[in-house]
Each structure stands twice: as C-alpha cells, then as structure tokens.
C-alpha cells in the first residue's frame, strides 16, 4: 500500500456523464492535477453541487484516468450521490485529491493478479487494471451482485462473474467464485487485489488468510474530510498480534492488508 503526497482541490465541470448500470452513473471531470498523480486505489472528495447542502463532501474511488480526465462511478444511495447521478454536463464541482494510499501493485512477490469486486465495490477496478496491464502484469476479474443488474462490468478485460440468484454468471457469491477459479487453474502466485460490501471482503479476508493467499482490502465507512483532520471515518482493525486498533480510513487507508479485516 502506497501513500498519496501531492493533494489538490480542483475546481471544475462535469464534461460527461454516463450511465453504468441500474442506479450508477460514471462522471467525468478534467482535473489535470490529480489525473497525473493519480494511482489505483485512491479516492477523491467532492462537493457535489455549489449549493450550501449538503455541506459535506462525498469519497468516490477513482474508477478511470484517461490525460487530464478522471472519472468516478457512483451508485446513488442517498442525498448526494443522486445530486451526482442526475447533474447535467457542465455543472461545477469541488474535486479534493488524490486522498488515501493505493493497491500496491509493483511488489514484485506475485505472477497473477485477481481482482475480486461486488456491486460498487467494482468502481476502482478499471484503473487497477489499466495500471496491471500497462506493466504486464497478468490480472483476471471475478465480479459479483446480487444479480445480473449489479454486476458492473463496462471496460474490463478477462472477466468472470457471479450472482446470488444465478442469473448471469455463476450461482454464489464472488468468493465461491474464487475457489473454484482457483481450483481449475494452475495461476502461480497469486495476490487479490478487492473491494466490495464489509461481508465480502470479510469472507475474502477470511478465505485467503486460511490459504495464505495475499490480498489487499479497499474498505469504505462513512467519511467527512477526508484527509484524517474530522476522525469521521475510524474503523477498527486487528494488529499482527492480534489486538485490536483503530485507524482513520481515509489518511491510513482505504487499501489495507486483508490479515487486519478480521471478524
Ligand atoms: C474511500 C471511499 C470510496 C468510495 N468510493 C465509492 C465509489 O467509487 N462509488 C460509490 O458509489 N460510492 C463510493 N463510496 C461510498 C459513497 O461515498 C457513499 O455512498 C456516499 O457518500 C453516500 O452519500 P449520499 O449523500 O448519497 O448518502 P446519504 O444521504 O448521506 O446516506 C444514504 C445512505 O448511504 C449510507 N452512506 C453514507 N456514506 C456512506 C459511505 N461512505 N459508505 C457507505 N455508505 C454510506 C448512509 O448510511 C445511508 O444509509 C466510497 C466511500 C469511501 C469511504
């Protein structure tokens, strides 16, 4: 997990806006600073509107990084996201970031990279793989939902998915998925890379610490700053030795090692 140095608070427009699937849209925003800083895993704050309300700002991963444009995928769940969702291009927002540290993704210490996501939880994958594919880095998605309206897939190469209620892909969930497509083939050393609902990646977590399988954890909480100065966004891991600790989300994360996401 790398650190983020150079943290800027851009003003600028939407420039597209897209929809991704069933209550998810992808924005897209020049913000030439961040773009060139960016690394996968990191997420940006943003004042969704110039409005008073809502006050605070909203934590999206970075989904994509094409020269000078980012963009996010947002799900609307509440007040902000469906300011976000239903803006027309041209409406002006306050962009803070790159925040938080990133997938450590040039270790060297594995051959294959898995990228497990569930529902929004898919939104930092097509950076992560772009940033795979452009060191040669051999990668495969394994991609949940709840059903076949949830999987997020637009943009990514090498995918296999899964659903709850076996409407598209195959019949579990995304960490089913993953022992099978361990079982069938002969991968090397593998790393997850991950990020979804905290039930998942728990399970994931789980999973991969019984097979002493790397992984790498993207967690969400609710969030105010951002840049670690409100304490909004503390959650509680455990240490190497097993003791409990809390960490501030945003400055000390959202990437962390899975062996702290224990139940
Ligand atoms: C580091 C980070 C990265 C994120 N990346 C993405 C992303 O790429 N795409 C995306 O769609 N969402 C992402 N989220 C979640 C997103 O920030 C929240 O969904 C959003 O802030 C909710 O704002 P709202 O005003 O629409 O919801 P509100 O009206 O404030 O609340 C609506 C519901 O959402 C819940 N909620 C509020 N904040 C969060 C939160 N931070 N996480 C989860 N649930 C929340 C509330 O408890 C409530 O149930 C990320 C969160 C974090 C911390």
């Known amino acids: 997990m790398l650190q983020t140095s150079a943290i800027s608070d851009v003003r600028t427009r939407i420039t597209a806006i897209r929809p991704a699937g069933a209550d998810v849209s992808i924005l897209s925003m020049s913000c030439p600073e961040i773009a060139a800083v960016a690394r996968p895993g990191n997420f940006v704050n943003i004042k969704v509107n110039a409005a008073d309300q809502p006050l605070l700002r909203r934590p999206f991963c970075i989904h994509n990084v094409q020269g000078d444009t980012i963009d996010v995928m947002v799900k609307n769940v509440g007040r902000g996201t469906s300011l976000l969702c239903e803006a027309s291009c041209g409406e002006s927002l306050m962009v803070l970031g790159p925040l938080g540290n990133s997938f450590g993704t040039g270790t060297g210490d594995f051959d294959t990279a898995l990228l497990v996501s569930g529902g929004i939880g898919t939104a930092p994958m097509l950076f992560l793989e772009k940033t795979l ?3 040669g880095i051999s990668f495969h998605h394994l991609v949940g939902g709840r059903s076949h309206t949830d999987l997020l897939t637009t943009g990514l190469s090498n995918v296999t998915t899964s659903t709850d209620d076996g409407s ?14 361990l079982a069938e083939r002969e991968v090397g050393r593998v790393k997850v890379f991950a990020c979804g609902p905290n039930a998942m990646l728990r399970a994931l977590a789980r999973f ?48 962390i090692d899975g062996s702290r996401f224990t139940a």
């Open 208 to 255: 991969c610490r019984d097979r002493a399988i790397a992984c790498e954890l993207s967690l969400e909480s609710v969030m105010g700053c951002g840049v670690g100065i409100c304490y909004g966004c503390m959650v509680e891991l455990t240490n190497a030795d097993g003791e409990k600790e809390s960490i501030l989300l945003c400055r000390e994360g959202p990437v």
């Open 133 to 135: 594919a452009a060191a």
């Open 168 to 181: 598209e892909g195959f019949h579990g969930n995304v960490v089913q998925l993953l022992e099978k497509h």
